[in-house]
């Protein structure tokens, strides 16, 4: 079983930038790909960015490429998101997500999640 925290969301100016990190219990957590998600007020969850078990292999949504950086730390058990050049529109709830497979978009692949962490991004 895996138990997920997320910490680090925040206010943010646009353009700043936010690191948002999931705590993950489990000493089988390195076996898992963990994506990130998020949910804006009266929108439905939409993948940000995920990565597989190892590392090696990252997924971004459009919206992500060239500013988010998916990174994790299998020893410490934490995944990290980077969040560059941040806009209103990055608002949401931030989530992590696990399953014992490789990274997949859809939210319902998915076993394990966090509570969230809110990111306010403003003008």
């Known amino acids: 079983q895996v138990q997920l925290v997320e910490s680090g969301g925040g206010l943010v100016q646009a353009g700043g930038s936010l690191t948002l990190s999931c705590a993950a219990s489990g000493r089988t957590f390195s076996r898992y790909a963990v994506a990130w998600f998020r949910q804006a007020p009266e929108k439905e969850r939409e993948f940000v960015a995920g990565i597989n078990w190892s590392g090696a292999n990252t997924v971004y949504a459009e919206s992500a490429k060239g500013r988010f950086s998916v990174s994790r730390d299998n020893p410490k058990n934490t995944v990290d998101l980077r969040m560059n050049s941040l806009k209103p529109e990055d608002t949401a709830v931030y989530y992590c997500?696990?399953?014992?497979?490789?990274?997949?978009?859809?939210?319902?692949?998915?076993?394990?999640w966090g509570q969230g962490t809110q990111v306010t991004v403003s003008s």
């Open positions: 997500a696990a399953r014992k497979a490789p990274v997949r978009e859809e939210e319902r692949h998915y076993d394990h």
